[in-house]
């Protein structure tokens, strides 16, 4: 019997040719990405501001991209459960994760046992948009502005409650940086998820929270929730009336929720690219500015390298926000 051809070229050849094979196939299944649906993990539960940025711009992505790119809630250790998921999974670019600094920056300094390095770990992709925060408070609660706030937690110190998605997320450690400038002490109530709290402040199960504004714009439209202030540098176009923090008493605070994605390190570049280039042209299309604009988001993008810039930038002024306040690291 005649011997193949590939068999009389001897093992060494044979394995050249074959990691030449695998390697123009892998470079063909790249350029025909994507070819099956993709997933954007989110670290919260269904209704918080990351996942309402993750899903306003999934959609449009999937219209760019030609497949699906579904959203799939991963809650638990302040987004750190999903983001060990993406960091762990296959850099092929069908795994992606919508995070804010909650997950970038501020929960991975205060969760030991769920660890990732945020930078190592992740390919950036693009930025996509921001929200402000604003300080809410059910109808029944006596405070009206962030003065009658503060009067109050001076009165009686350490027994008013707010509730956050969870110990870390932003929402968290801008709660804690407002006691630390104001002086005053208030009781942290974390969820499994920002909706969680959302709705025990609208119960009156808990009095106040610094929330997304994309996550109650309306509630705060419909009377069930007051507005008290907003943490960006300037008044929202969403809700002109309300004030800033700054201007409430408490000169140079600011904080604001931004979101970006990120896929696992590793992913190749021709897929980073064209991943970046759907984001971009989704947060750029006039429908996704008009449903930011709803829920009280601002559009944002970015090239991958000036994402993986910011990550850096904000686990600086993060971490100094936490040590300052004083946060506690979890085991």
Not at 1 to 20: C, H, I, K, Y
Request: contains cysteine.
């Amino acid at each position: 019997m005649m011997p193949t051809r590939l068999s009389r070229v001897g093992p060494n050849v044979a394995l050249v040719v074959a990691l030449a094979l695998g390697l123009v196939g892998n470079a063909q299944a790249q350029s025909g990405y994507p070819n099956r649906p993709v997933k954007m993990l989110v670290g919260f539960a269904a209704g918080g501001g990351t996942d309402v940025a993750a899903r306003i711009v999934a959609q449009k992505m999937s219209e760019i991209l030609g497949q699906s790119v579904l959203v799939e809630n991963v809650p638990g250790a302040s987004g750190m459960v999903a983001a060990q998921d993406v960091a762990k999974a296959d850099p092929d670019g069908y795994t992606l994760m919508m995070g804010s600094q909650t997950t970038y920056a501020c929960a991975p300094n205060l969760y030991h046992k769920v660890t990732i390095d945020p930078v190592k770990d992740f390919a950036p992709i693009a930025l996509t948009g921001a929200s402000p925060l604003i300080l809410v408070a059910n109808p029944s609660f006596a405070a009206h502005t962030v003065a009658d706030v503060i009067a109050l937690a001076k009165a009686e110190p350490g027994k008013i409650n707010f509730g956050t998605g969870g110990v870390g997320t932003t929402p968290h450690t801008t709660a804690e940086l407002f006691q630390y400038d104001a002086g005053i002490k208030l009781v942290h109530v974390p969820y499994r998820g920002e909706a969680g709290a959302i709705n025990d402040v609208l119960g009156g199960q808990i009095p106040i929270m610094f929330a997304n504004l994309s996550a109650v714009m309306g509630n705060i439209k419909g009377g069930t929730l007051r507005a008290i202030a907003v943490t960006s540098a300037k008044r929202s176009p969403s809700v002109p009336d309300v004030p800033t923090v700054a201007e409430s008493g408490i000169p140079g605070f600011e904080a604001e929720t931004w979101f970006g994605i990120v896929a696992p390190a590793g992913t190749p570049r021709d897929i980073v690219s064209k991943l970046n280039a759907a984001a971009r042209q989704a947060v750029a299309a006039e429908d996704t500015k008009q449903r930011f604009a709803q829920v009280g988001m601002t559009n944002a993008s970015s090239s991958p390298e000036e994402l993986a810039a910011y990550i850096k930038a904000e686990i600086a002024k993060w971490s100094k926000v936490i040590k300052d306040a004083d946060i506690q690291a979890l085991d």
